[in-house]
């Protein structure tokens, strides 16, 4: 187990506190979705993030900048999103369409 992979407290490695300026509106959107996805904490949120940019180093930035612009594609775009209940729906019908 690396020293990212150990919770807070206990017996586990040390943990080292460090300073990270962000600007405010970046910190708001981190607070929003660590509370979205459950993380206990933005230090929880923020060091699951950490680890996964170390663990999977394939996914890079550029990765990172085309779906950022993908995503603006769609929201600027006048077509209508499909939703998740009609994903849903399409998968419960036959190939016929019933």
């Known amino acids: 187990m690396s020293?990212?992979?150990a919770p807070d407290g206990g017996d586990g490695p040390e943990m080292v506190q460090i300073n990270l300026r962000?600007?405010?509106?970046?910190l708001d959107d981190i607070d929003a979705t660590w509370n979205e996805q459950g993380f206990n904490s933005r230090s929880e949120f923020?060091?699951?993030a950490a680890r996964d940019a170390v663990k999977h180093p394939a996914f890079s930035r550029e990765g990172w900048k085309q779906i950022?612009?993908?995503?603006?594609?769609?929201?600027a775009s006048d077509e209508s999103l499909?939703?998740?209940?009609?994903?849903v729906a399409s998968m419960d019908r036959d190939d016929d369409g019933e």
Not at 22 to 26: D, G, M, P, Q, R
Not at 82 to 87: A, F
């Open 3 to 5: 020293n990212a992979d």
């Open 22 to 26: 962000l600007s405010k509106s970046f």
């Open 46 to 48: 923020l060091r699951h």
């Open 68 to 75: 950022a612009a993908s995503e603006h594609e769609l929201r």
């Open 82 to 87: 499909v939703s998740r209940e009609d994903v």
